[in-house]
């Protein structure tokens, strides 16, 4: 994995929508609402690819991991080849080389899989790594106790928010970016890098409103799920993905109409 084979867009009617958007240079929101309503079909099938019902387990599963005394023992038993006190680096390298090993071994290789994969190692990154005195001064406790700090519900709730806002984005990203470099220029819709960074900005910006919806539920999921069962399966991590993506999806179409 770690590619995304970029093509052209799909030619559905809804990604001719978009197109024809950029080219009658509409507004930055009405652009990304549409687009928006283009990639329901991705959204939908999430809770299918092999790839991102791991990386949403995983996302419950590693601050679990770091409760216990025995951190990097209990990480190799969620399939993650780490030593006995793992630093942040190890640990997300893991997590990306596991997800490449099950992708492998699965034969799950797909675009949504490989923005699944990055959207956890992103999230990763950012929510630990932002709350540690510093990445290369920070110590394989601080790494832990951390990570502990996100098994509680509220934070769980933040975490997947992050995750969920990330691959949204860059699932978004990854469609549009096939069609936007064909609009630069001085008589197109982005004169130039300034307009397409203003743009990136909005994308990010509706993702993550479009995420809040989360906040809402996943906190609550998570408490339930962990206390019933002891852990977060594949199984509850599709539903959960499902459940996600389906309030996700009816917010984008609400934005959508407001357009």
Excluded: C
Excluded at 24 to 50: F, G, K, N, Y
Excluded at 186 to 211: K, M, P, V
Excluded at 235 to 257: C, M, S, V, W, Y
């Amino acid at each position: 994995m770690g590619h995304i084979h970029l093509g052209v867009l799909p030619n559905t009617i809804r990604w001719r929508q978009v197109v024809e958007l950029l080219t009658e240079h509409a507004p930055t929101e009405e652009v990304i609402a549409a687009s928006a309503v283009a990639v329901e079909r991705d959204l939908q099938s999430a809770p299918d690819d092999p790839i991102f019902v791991e990386s949403v387990r995983l996302l419950g599963m590693i601050p679990q991991a770091a409760r216990g005394e025995q951190f990097g023992k209990t990480l190799r038993t969620l399939g993650l080849v780490v030593g006995d006190t793992p630093d942040l680096i190890e640990i997300t390298s893991a997590a990306g080389a596991y997800l490449d090993r099950f992708a492998r071994e699965h034969h799950a290789r797909s675009d949504f899989g490989e923005l699944s994969r990055r959207a956890l190692l992103g999230t990763l990154n950012g929510q630990i790594g932002d709350q540690l005195p510093g990445l290369f001064e920070a110590t394989p406790s601080d790494v832990r106790n951390v990570a502990r700090k996100l098994s509680g519900s509220a934070q769980f709730s933040r975490l997947a928010r992050a995750y969920f806002t990330r691959l949204l984005s860059e699932t978004m990203a990854s469609w549009l970016s096939r069609t936007l470099s064909t609009h630069v220029g001085s008589d197109h819709r982005f004169h130039g890098g300034g307009d397409r960074a203003r743009f990136d900005t909005a994308l990010n910006q509706y993702a993550t409103e479009a995420t809040r919806i989360i906040s809402e539920f996943a906190g609550g999921w998570y408490g339930k799920t962990i206390f019933r069962d002891g852990e977060i399966s594949a199984a509850r991590a599709a539903a959960f993905g499902a459940i996600a993506f389906k309030k996700i999806t009816e917010e984008l179409r609400r934005k959508h109409d407001e357009h």
